[in-house]
């Protein structure tokens, strides 16, 4: 089994400067493979158009040390992944290149902030690639192999589920909305009700999003948090002197998956802001429709 690095200085850090006690400082790492093209000016495509992967794309090495799956995020360096409009097919190519796989066994979900997930299977396979996706969900679930699960993010927190004795999988796509819907709970419930899975085998990561110092919000997204979190509001808003509220997203993803069955020690959160990264996409800071990170996991064959 492989075993995760310790986290570098600057994890550390910025887990520090985020200043969230709810974190576990992650233990994830640059683990790097695939093509090395040559950087060109635009920092991401080599001479012969592909796709520098040490740059592009980094592994969840706490879900992958668990078992035969491969869980990612790209960065802000291959942000070519439309949130919602046509896919850019190229970049689908290219990332299944790089999983050995074609575009045919990718879904995209159509991420409408909802709380609902969605069994995949492998015939859903290029939802929302080569053909428009099935709408209505923002989280998936599969026990079939080779087929790769996708979210896109930018701020919104993705959230990787592994079940390694029952091999299933979940990708969650959870902004406030899904989140305060318990998406995460959707995700945890339908792999037990149709896997088989018990929660207290299941590892999750959370990839990088915006971090608790930095996501402000209206005092009116409390409310939407008070029916299914209302004893940890307190925890999870912080008042501003302007009026605002400081949203801690992670951790109550964090809680809600513990409420879900998940032991403490199983669940992994990124502690890099999105927000505050000059690697990684944010929709707050950029305000760029068109700069989106690619969460994704795979069953291996
Ligand atoms: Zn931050």
Request: charged share 25%.
């Amino acid at each position: 089994m492989k075993r995760g690095l310790p986290p570098c200085e600057k994890t550390k850090r910025i887990a520090a400067d985020c200043g969230n006690p709810l974190f576990v400082i992650s233990r994830k790492y640059e683990l790097f493979t695939g093509t090395k093209g040559m950087m060109d000016t635009k920092g991401i495509k080599g001479d012969k158009g592909q796709v520098n992967m040490k740059e592009a794309i980094r592994h969840i090495t706490e879900i992958e040390a668990c078992g035969p799956v491969q869980a990612f995020y790209t960065t802000a360096a291959w942000n070519d992944w439309q949130c919602n409009e046509k896919a850019d097919l190229k970049a689908y190519e290219e990332l299944g290149r790089h999983f050995m796989i074609t575009p045919s066994e990718i879904v995209r979900i159509p991420q409408t902030h909802t709380a609902e997930v969605r069994k995949i299977k492998k015939e859903d396979g290029g939802d929302g690639i080569i053909r428009k996706a099935k709408e209505g969900y923002d989280g998936m679930i599969t026990d079939e192999k080779g087929i790769l699960l996708c979210t896109v993010e930018a701020d919104c927190v993705p959230v990787y589920l592994y079940d390694p004795v029952k091999n299933a999988i979940g990708m969650v796509h959870s902004g406030w909305r899904g989140c305060a819907g318990k998406i995460a709970e959707h995700a945890v419930e339908g792999m037990q009700n149709r896997y088989g899975c018990r929660p207290e085998d299941i590892v999750a990561a959370l990839g990088p999003c915006i971090c608790g110092s930095c996501y402000e919000v209206g005092e009116e997204l409390i409310d939407g948090f008070a029916g299914n979190f209302s004893e940890i509001t307190s925890v999870i808003f912080k008042p501003k002197e302007n009026g605002k509220y400081l949203l801690d997203l992670p951790a109550a993803i964090r809680y809600s998956l513990i409420r879900a069955g998940l032991t403490e020690g199983k669940i992994f959160a990124d502690p890099v802001c999105t927000f505050e990264s000059g690697d990684l996409c944010s929709w707050r800071r950029d305000h760029d429709p068109a700069a989106r990170m690619l969460t994704g996991i795979m069953l291996s064959e």
